[in-house]
C-alpha cells in the first residue's frame, strides 16, 4: 500500500489550516496525501425518521469538500500526489480507522464533530488519546514559520516515540530541534534527613534528559539541538515554547512533560492552549523515506 498521510476535513477554517499542514508534510516526506471527509448522518436524522432525500444531499455536499480540498492542495503544492475518500460513518471512528494505515493523522481544532463553541473540538481529542501513531492538531492562525521544532522530554521510555517524530520532523524541514525537559523537586527533598544539594538535583536533571536524547542525536547528527531543562511545571513551560515552535510534539503517555492514562492531563493541556500545530505521538511508524540514521 502507498504510505500516505491522512487528513480530515469537513470544509471549515480549521480544516483548511489542517490541510495546508498535512499537503506541506506530504511532500517533505514524499508520501501521498489521503484527504478524507465522513459523512456522518446522526446529525441530520434521528434513527428510524430519516429526512427524504438526506443522504443524497449529503453525499453531494461531501463530494464538493472534497473537489475543493483537493483543489486547495494542489495550489498550494503542485508537486502532491493527492487522493479523496467520503466515508459514512461517525468522525472519530472513520479518523481512527483512516490512522490504522497512515503515516500520520492531521486535524484542525475545531469541526468534524466538535462544539463550535469549544476551544477544541471533541474529536481531535478522542483521535489524540486513541490513535497509535502521530496525531497533528493544527490550529488556525498559526501559519508564522519560526524555524524550530519543540519536544517535550521526560525521564520515561514512553517520550521515545515523540522524540523520533521530533527528530525526523526537524531534520525534514532542516531546522531546529529545542528538547524541553521541566523537572520539579521532589517534596523528599525538603525533608530535614535529605540533606540534598540544590544544585547536585539540577545536576541530575540535566544528565536525565541528555541520556535521553543521546541516541536520537546520533541518529540525527545534522539536527541542532537545544536541550532546555528547566525547573517548571511542563505545560507553562510547553506552552511558551510553543510560541516560538512550528510544531509542538508531545507523548501521550508518561511522566512529566508526558501525560498518564491515553491522553495525559499535559498533553490535553498542551492542545487546547498551543500556540502552534502540536504532535500527539503514542509510537512511531517509519515512512522508509525520511531521514536515516548515521551508520554504525
Do not use: N
Not at 38 to 57: A, N, Q, S, T, Y
Not at 135 to 140: A, G, I, K, T, Y
Not at 188 to 196: I, K, L, Y
Not at 240 to 246: E, L, Q
Amino acid at each position: 500500500m502507498t504510505e500516505s498521510i491522512a487528513v480530515g476535513t469537513d470544509g471549515s477554517a480549521a480544516a483548511t489550516a489542517a490541510l495546508a499542514w498535512a499537503v506541506d508534510d506530504a511532500v517533505r516526506r514524499g508520501v501521498s496525501l489521503r484527504i478524507v471527509h465522513v459523512m456522518d448522518r446522526w446529525p441530520h436524522d434521528l434513527v428510524g425518521f430519516p429526512e427524504p432525500g438526506r443522504p443524497g444531499r449529503l453525499a453531494c455536499f461531501g463530494e464538493q469538500v472534497l473537489t475543493e480540498a483537493a483543489k486547495a492542495a494542489m495550489e498550494r503544492r503542485p508537486d502532491a500526489r493527492v487522493t479523496t475518500e467520503l466515508i459514512e460513518g461517525t468522525p472519530s471512528d472513520v479518523l481512527c480507522g483512516q490512522a490504522e494505515t497512515a503515516v500520520e493523522l492531521v486535524v484542525g481544532d475545531r469541526g468534524l464533530g466538535g462544539f463550535a463553541g469549544s476551544p477544541l473540538g471533541s474529536v481531535p481529542v478522542r483521535m489524540a488519546g486513541h490513535v497509535s501513531g502521530a496525531v497533528v492538531v493544527v490550529r488556525q492562525g498559526c501559519a508564522e514559520a519560526h524555524g524550530e521544532v519543540v519536544v517535550g522530554v521526560d525521564g520515561s521510555a514512553e517520550c521515545e516515540p515523540a522524540l523520533g517524530f521530533a527528530f525526523e520532523q526537524a531534520a525534514l524541514r532542516g531546522c531546529g530541534l529545542r528538547a524541553v525537559y521541566a523537572w520539579q523537586t521532589p517534596l523528599q527533598a525538603f525533608s530535614p534527613e535529605a540533606g540534598g544539594d540544590s544544585e547536585e538535583i539540577r545536576c541530575a536533571q540535566r544528565r536525565v534528559a541528555e541520556e535521553r536524547l543521546a541516541g536520537w542525536r546520533e541518529r540525527f547528527p545534522a539536527v541542532e539541538v537545544v536541550s532546555e531543562v528547566t525547573r517548571a511545571r511542563p505545560v507553562p513551560a510547553l506552552l511558551a515554547a510553543s510560541a516560538r515552535a512550528d510544531l509542538l510534539v508531545v507523548g501521550s503517555r508518561g511522566l512529566g512533560a508526558v501525560g498518564s492514562v491515553l491522553l495525559g492531563s499535559v498533553s490535553r493541556e498542551v492542545l487546547h492552549h498551543a500556540r502552534c500545530p502540536v504532535a500527539v505521538v503514542r509510537s512511531t511508524r517509519s515512512t522508509g523515506r525520511g531521514p536515516r540514521a548515521s551508520p554504525g
